[in-house]
């Protein structure tokens, strides 16, 4: 018989939304907040009126949380939702019971039932795709649609332009099957691109033919392009959770993510000492440095490293910015909290890795990538909380 808990040994109720281990198990905090997720996706819709406005939420929702982003969206009026691949589909499905859900990597060889066991479209890229597609939907009598990728420049999935004007008579069908005709921009986030116009008007040209059906070629900062872009249905994706799809402007969008980090360690540095692998930061005079509960297995970047000559990324502390310290580590980073008072940090507090005045797309430049990597790679080690106000 096992023994009787007393309620001392009980653990603690799971905290209403939240995720991860509990808080006190957890080396750092990452809150999303849902309704700036919401906001950006309402001030995206209202870019690219009339058409609708789609969400990109693969990745597990940018990092975010796919049932908790796609639930959120959904409450919000989003009605088509773009995955990468079947899991992902199936796991929006059960927050989203009612949306249309397209899978970007389009069909593998026999996973037709599984599409419409959940009711999902794949987005198909090629004429063989789309010969074992048709060979499912006939065998099994199933008619739940499937979109069809066009390649207008990227060079990546999709069929040719011609592949697709030459599939266009196929709408006279009674039951053709498709419900969506797409493509995908390649620089959509540098507005002078040539690639754009180009890309713009091939696809013009690839929807006079299939008109009467759907179209989509905005993604995020191509809802910035205008309205030759828009189509029936723009697609944002990163805009949602707050990274800048306006390179070089202000940012329009709200930020849903912020990410503190636990306190281990208060430790002093003498003049001349080394922090971390390699010792490739040296104290130019006697410092102080937190060590924190995050490292590089937890999604932030370890080129954001600093060493003796390299600036690296920084951290808010007590209120005051500071610089990261020595390489980081897998679970671990350094922080150079000199210039606070002494007293002022102490074992157990946090410090903001993103938040304040510290972005997603700054995190990026401290680590030489871009905004999309750092979200997708936020790791699972965090005690998540989300907010919904």
Known sequence: MSPRKTPDSSPPPPEPNAAGPAETEAGGLLTIDLSALRANWRELGRAAMPVEC??????????????????????????????????????????????????????????????????????????????????????????????????????????????????????????????????????????????????????????????????????????????????????????????????????????????????????????GETVGYGGAWTARRAARIAVVAVGYADGYPRAASAGNGVAGGVAIVGGQRCPLAGRISMDLMAIDISELAEGDVRRGDFATLIGGDITVDDVAAFGGTIGYEVLTRLGHRYHRVYRDS
């Open 54 to 271: 789609a969400a990109v939420v693969k990745a597990d929702g940018y990092g975010c949380g796919i049932e908790q982003v796609g639930q959120a969206l959904a409450t919000e009026g989003c009605n088509t939702f773009f995955v990468a691949d079947l899991a992902e589909a199936r796991r929006l499905r059960t927050a989203t019971p009612s949306a249309a859900i397209y899978v970007l990597d389009g069909a593998m060889p026999g996973s037709g039932p599984a599409f419409a066991e959940i009711d999902a479209r794949p987005v198909i890229g090629s004429l063989l795709e789309l010969a074992e597609w048709d060979r499912f939907v006939s065998s099994a009598n199933w008619n739940g649609g499937a979109a069809i990728h066009v390649d207008t420049g990227m060079n990546r999935l999709g069929m040719s332009a011609e592949e697709a004007i030459a599939l266009a008579p196929r709408l006279q069908r009674e039951n053709h099957g498709l419900t969506l005709v797409m493509s995908h921009l390649a620089c959509a986030e540098t507005p002078d691109h040539p690639l754009n116009d180009h890309q713009i008007r091939l696809f013009r040209e690839i929807r006079v033919q299939f008109r009467g059906l759907p179209a989509s070629l905005a993604n995020s900062s191509g809802i910035f392009l205008g309205e030759p872009a828009h189509c029936d249905i723009v697609r944002p994706g990163v805009a949602l959770y707050g990274v800048n799809p306006t390179p070089g402007k202000p940012n329009p969008m709200k930020p849903v993510v912020s990410l503190q980090a636990r306190i281990l360690q208060v430790r002093q540095v003498a003049k």
